[in-house]
């Protein structure tokens, strides 16, 4: 019990730690130390041999049904992209019966993560004015040859990127609130802790101008309320809650004011708040996205468009529903912003009932059963992350999908029990699978970062190209090895065949502005001058900030009569 102690908690902190800054190198690693923690914890013998099923492993299965059946009538360009999700879903499912099977489990988890949490959100505060402060890189990249995890004083103070990604930060800092306010109301932390912590907290949160943050402070409200006519022994956290939100509130306020002094000291804040970029957020960026993936589940409402797929859809639909927020500087949307939409648009009616009884199910259980202090942080947690994915993409993240997992857990549904005859080894085989999953998906990362790191130096080579497409074979990362293939290989027409198929199967996944424009050429390279230009001037119209760079692409291959009509688009006002 003790390892899987140490491990659970280690859960709620060291994922989320890796998420400095906003590059994926960060993410990457996150990703496979949340799957290697959820292989440790499923390593733990089990204490019973009556077992009963939750509405949770009932839900990722009919997750599993829907990718499987998406995938078979739909047939996606990338395979691995399906295979992961399915084994990710695998992962949630063993995972959620094995916890929900743990006697006491409410009991017995809920104070370790609210324990991590807590820790967690004090380093991420720590991480927070490391980074602001200009002194300190932590997480930012590889530099001078330092490795990625290698803190190292930055002397001239030059900025190292962004602060952090913002709704991922505060999602993770309002959880580390509530359960700075479950281990308070438990006795397990001072009143001057308390104090202190809730302050700097509030203060990361309101600096990281996140809009979401502002709906995750109305939630806490409501909980607050339902606690007040339901709760069971829940009077002082709920009045630390209110405390806490309450200084939440007050930098929320205070957040514009105080930017406008902090941005003169510290280099890497940018002036804004929260309650400035509220309206932006909705109207201007994600409302086109809802649009175009509703529209996408209309046009496939059985088995959806196959899992990855929208960004593809997306794109298509561009022309009917047109972008109208900031710069897009690097690739287009590859996530509608909604996980429902999300789910219906790429695995159909099957996806979005699944993920909507799971849904239903937590909250009724939450509700019938006793809502005492542990319901109450389980509540709150599951809500941020709820609201969060209504938003944004938390839970295609490990990090965040493997804590939801075990929180989601914990609430008592039986829905059918059995006993178990399966031999004590037999449960060891999947967890063991993971482990190793794990270390070789770490390998395969270390690779793909060296490679980028290679790619970004602009040191190409003919080994470096050859050494991308080796690692295209390699299924966890075959879709950026691929981008990097086709973003290394030259314009002409040589080798156009090969081109011209990478080309065409990364459009039918995630079409980068970059890579739309290369197919372009390859497609005029085949006597097919018309469809070409026609390819430009339709991503030119939805996102004319790309034309800099495609006219800076362009100037190597522009005396070639084949490309003739793009160089006429290209020299076009946008």
């Given at each position: 019990?003790?390892?899987?102690s140490r491990t659970l908690y280690l859960v709620a ?469 691929d981008f990097y293939t086709l973003a290394m290989l ?65 100037a190597s291959v522009q005396d070639d009569p084949r ?12």
């Open positions: 019990m003790k390892c899987f902190v060291l994922p989320f730690i890796s998420l400095y800054p906003y590059r994926p190198y960060g993410t990457w690693i996150a990703e496979i130390v949340a799957l290697f923690l959820a292989g440790l914890l499923l390593m733990k013998k089990g204490e019973e041999r009556k077992l009963h099923i939750g509405p949770i492993p009932v839900m990722f299965l009919g997750l599993v049904f829907a990718v499987v059946l998406s995938k078979i009538i739909n047939n996606p360009s990338y395979d691995s992209i399906g295979l992961i999700s399915i084994y990710f879903l695998l992962v949630g499912a063993a995972l959620s019966h094995h916890v929900y099977n743990i006697s006491g489990c409410k009991e017995k988890i809920i104070p370790l993560i609210a324990r991590g949490m807590f820790f967690g959100g004090l380093l991420q505060f720590v991480f927070c004015v490391a980074k602001i402060s200009g002194f300190f890189t932590i997480y930012s990249q590889w530099v001078d040859g330092l490795p990625l995890w290698v803190p190292h004083i930055n002397v001239n103070r030059t900025p190292n990127g962004f602060m952090f990604q913002r709704n991922q930060f505060a999602d993770y800092l309002f959880m580390s609130g509530a359960a700075t306010c479950y281990l308070y109301a438990q006795a397990e932390i001072k009143k001057i802790t308390f104090i202190g912590t809730i302050i700097a907290i509030g203060l990361a949160i309101s600096l990281s101008m996140s809009r979401t943050a502002l709906l995750y402070i109305a939630m806490g409200f409501a909980v607050v309320a339902l606690l007040h006519f339901k709760g069971d022994n829940t009077k002082k956290f709920s009045k630390a809650f209110l405390w806490f939100l309450a200084c939440c509130i007050v930098f929320q306020v205070l957040s514009p004011y105080l930017n406008k002094i902090m941005v003169e000291y510290f280099p890497l804040l940018t002036e804004g708040s929260g309650l400035k970029r509220l309206g932006a957020g909705v109207n201007d960026t994600r409302w086109p996205e809802w649009q175009k993936a509703w529209h996408t589940f209309l046009a496939n409402p059985w088995f959806g468009t196959g899992v990855g797929t929208y960004a593809a859809a997306s794109y298509q639909l561009g022309a009917q529903f047109p972008y109208k927020g900031g710069e897009i500087v690097y690739q287009l949307f590859a996530h509608c912003h909604n996980i429902f939409l999300q789910l219906l648009a790429e695995t159909g009616i099957l996806g979005g009932i699944s993920l909507l009884f799971g849904t239903i199910a937590v909250v009724y259980g939450i509700i019938k059963n006793k809502l005492d202090i542990h319901a109450a942080f389980v509540l709150i947690a599951l809500s941020t992350m709820f609201i969060h994915s209504q938003l944004e993409y938390p839970l295609w993240y490990a990090s965040f999908f493997i804590l939801f997992t075990i929180l989601a857990s914990t609430v008592k549904l039986d829905l059918y029990s059995y006993t178990s005859t399966a031999r004590p080894g037999v449960k060891y085989i999947f967890p063991v699978f993971i482990l190793v999953a794990s270390i070789y998906g770490l390998y395969s990362v270390v690779k793909l970062i060296d490679l980028n790191n290679r790619y970004e130096s602009g040191a190409y080579s003919e080994a470096l190209v050859k050494e991308s497409v080796s690692l295209g074979g390699d299924l966890l990362v075959e879709d950026m090895a030259s314009l002409d027409d040589r080798n156009l065949d090969y081109k011209l198929y990478l080309s065409s199967k990364i459009l039918k996944f995630r079409p980068h502005a970059e890579m739309i424009f290369r197919h372009a050429i390859f497609i005029s390279y085949k006597n097919r001058p018309d469809e070409g230009a026609a390819i430009v001037k339709n991503i030119l119209d939805q996102y004319p900030q790309f034309i800099g760079s495609f006219r800076e692409s362009f490309l003739d009509k793009i160089k006429t688009v290209l020299q076009h006002k946008y």
